[in-house]
């Protein structure tokens, strides 16, 4: 074995961690002559990096902290020993107890008591997106009827509390499959979407350009785009000019 680069004498010290020998006692440490040694299966062998140990089973605690790539093919562990893993330990164990009060269970049940409280957390947020999507079908349909034509396009535009993006792709597929020439632009918080028909789209109507036109920033399909308002619009105010940017595109 070559290693070049390395600062070593002549003469090396090694630290071998090998199978037991025959004869050996379960559980002793014992210190075998090097051509014994040789012999034996080996599970590391190292040139000594400065542990200063008689045996390896001097080392006591070993707790590892990290493991990741230090280099093409090398990879770098980073543990604790000693008094630094009893006292790792310690704070662990710590950690542990002040989970297990929080979540009032023993310390041996905190694992389940933790993924049963996360579950009861994903349900709730389930029914929480399902009763947001709910109240803005509500508000949606409640604007239907403030729907406006020009020059044979129904146009929406309306702002839907507590929606989220999906929810608004979803309410925008709604007005298109009730509206054959349509344009949708819904706004809720500082999160804008702007939806077209394909006829509509076929008279120059693009639904990124809709959202540039009324202050805007995204883009996406001819017939469907996504963006937000910058802070100092307001999704009335940009609402107000839906109408108009429609307008002025229409050929």
Request: hydrophobic content about 40%.
């Amino acid at each position: 074995m070559a290693l070049f680069g390395e600062k070593y004498g002549e003469t090396v010290r090694t630290i071998t961690i090998a199978a037991a020998a025959s004869g050996d006692e379960a559980g002793e440490s014992v210190v075998h002559p090097t051509a014994t040694v040789e012999q034996l299966a080996k599970y590391s062998y190292e040139l000594c990096g400065g542990t200063h140990l008689e045996r390896t089973s001097d080392v006591g605690a070993f707790l590892i902290l990290s493991e990741g790539s230090a280099a093409a093919g090398v990879r770098r562990i980073e543990a604790v020993t000693g008094r630094g893993a009893y006292a790792l330990i310690r704070r662990r164990f710590s950690a542990l107890e002040q989970a297990a009060q929080t979540l009032k269970s023993s310390l041996d049940d905190v694992p389940q008591k933790a993924e049963s409280l996360q579950g009861e957390v994903s349900e709730l947020k389930k029914e929480a997106a399902t009763l947001r999507s709910q109240q803005a079908m509500s508000t949606f349909r409640n604007h239907l009827d403030a729907v406006r034509t020009i020059d044979g396009v129904s146009i929406l535009a309306v702002e839907v509390p507590n929606a989220d993006m999906e929810t608004l792709r979803s309410l925008a597929d709604k007005f298109r499959e009730q509206y054959p020439q349509g344009v949708a632009v819904l706004a809720s918080g500082n999160l804008l979407l702007a939806a077209a028909t394909d006829l509509v789209v076929n008279r120059g109507i693009k639904a990124g350009e809709i959202i540039k036109d009324i202050g805007g920033k995204g883009g996406g399909r001819p017939n469907m785009a996504q963006g937000s308002l910058p802070q100092q619009l307001t999704a009335k105010e940009a609402l107000e000019q839906v109408a108009g940017a429609v307008q002025r595109r229409l050929k």
